[in-house]
């Protein structure tokens, strides 16, 4: 056995390596925490009725769950309610990358919270919370960075690399594999493979793509079972996207459209927020290039894409990096609906649903209004959820979801 005597200085100076690296990912909390965890907590709550709420609200004010701050017990408790594994995921990797599982430091500003919430009604809670459980997020950050500033200056010297934040909600090798998929699908969407084409060689396409060939196969498997791709002894793999029907029995077709569905959620939760926050920010010469964008697929008769030029933009542009990392990830969870929408795209109404929503995006991006650019977004990506739900219902496949 070996056995590791470390002086107090040591402990110190491993604590100041190990939260320096994460510095840059704590200030960007600050900024996250409006735009994603406030919305996501106040949607929570509002799941609850007023006899649940006070259950719930008891339980957690009163049983200590192994140390766990409060705080934390809240969160996790109200996005539960939503039923969204994506969104409980990504709770759980902020308070991870952000090494505050168990805020100690909370204990009196919570104090004051609880004797407050006691004297409110549901409804009142949840933006009462959102505004104050910030604070308790902000205050623990900003406890945090004074602990680096402390010990960086008493023990460190130079800049240390930074680790960045990254949400994968699958293991690694799932992970690599859906994202390859989601980029196949773009690719195809954007021209790169259009319809009726063949996909390049398993070797081709190991060396463009950098990924091992049994994930590319397994990924083109996972492709053909969305219609997106058809594969032939002998020929090659055949892209047929939007002239397959999807078979709904393939649990790989559930597990993706769950995840869309979640995605969906996700957006329509807080993409007000975070929209108003990036386009807010940007110059005239990228929204100038936004709209260049949707002319273009306009022009293509791509309507679908908007969704995709939307999202790409605000992952280019929003100062916020975890943001940034979140709604690419939301993004590629989105790709499995194209086949969907694709074929949903034959009828009038659906057709129509996006043809408006890039309309009145151009429009107003020809006048630079930013805020024009951003109303009905929310609603946008509930709507599509509801249809999805309810698509999935009708084929028998429970989600949970309310």
């Known amino acids: 056995m070996v056995t590791y005597m470390a002086t107090a200085d040591d402990y110190l100076r491993n604590i100041a390596v190990h939260l320096s690296t994460y510095r840059d990912g704590i200030l960007d909390m600050r900024q996250m925490n409006p735009l994603l965890l406030c919305p996501l907590l106040e949607a929570g709550i509002k799941q609850w009725d007023e006899a649940t709420w006070e259950k719930q609200w008891s339980e957690i004010k009163n049983i200590d769950f192994d140390g766990m701050s409060l705080s934390i017990r809240l969160y996790t408790a109200a996005l539960s309610s939503l039923y969204n594994d994506l969104i409980l995921t990504f709770y759980r990797k902020i308070n991870f990358h952000a090494r505050i599982p168990y805020l100690r430091s909370e204990h009196d500003i919570m104090k004051g919270i609880i004797e407050t919430v006691d004297t409110l009604t549901k409804d009142e809670v949840g933006a009462y919370l959102t505004n104050k459980l910030g604070t308790v997020y902000i205050d623990a950050f900003a406890y945090i960075l004074k602990i680096i500033q402390t010990l960086s200056a008493q023990f460190l010297e130079g800049e240390f690399t930074q680790i960045p934040f990254e949400w994968d909600f699958y293991p690694r090798h799932s992970q690599i594999r859906y994202t390859l998929g989601a980029k196949i699908i773009l690719e195809i969407l954007y021209g790169a493979y259009p319809v009726g084409s063949f996909l390049p060689s398993l070797s081709q396409m190991v060396k463009r793509y950098q990924i091992p060939l049994i994930t590319i196969r397994r990924t083109l498997a996972s492709l053909s079972d969305f219609g997106v791709v058809k594969s032939y002894q002998g ?20 597990f993706g459209l769950k995840r869309l569905l979640e995605s969906l959620q996700f957006l329509s939760l807080t993409v007000s927020n975070v929209s108003r926050f990036t386009f807010e920010q940007v110059s005239e010469e990228a929204l100038y290039e936004f709209l260049q964008t949707l002319n273009q697929i306009y022009k293509e008769k791509k309507d679908y894409l908007i969704v995709d030029v939307f999202l790409t933009f605000i992952t280019k542009h929003c100062p916020c990096t975890i943001v940034c990392e979140c709604y690419c990830k939301l993004a590629e969870c989105l790709a499995t609906g194209y086949p969907f929408i694709l074929l949903k795209m034959k009828g009038d109404n659906y057709k129509r649903l996006y043809s408006t929503r890039i309309l009145q995006t151009i429009q107003c991006a020809e006048c630079m209004d930013r805020e024009g650019i951003l109303v009905g977004w929310s609603e946008f990506f509930e709507e599509q959820r509801l249809w999805y739900r309810a698509f999935l219902l009708k084929k028998g496949v429970d989600t949970r979801m309310p």
Do not use: A, K, M, P
């Open 235 to 254: 020929r090659g793999t055949q892209v047929c996207l939007g002239h397959e029907n999807v078979d709904i029995s393939r649990v790989s077709v559930q």
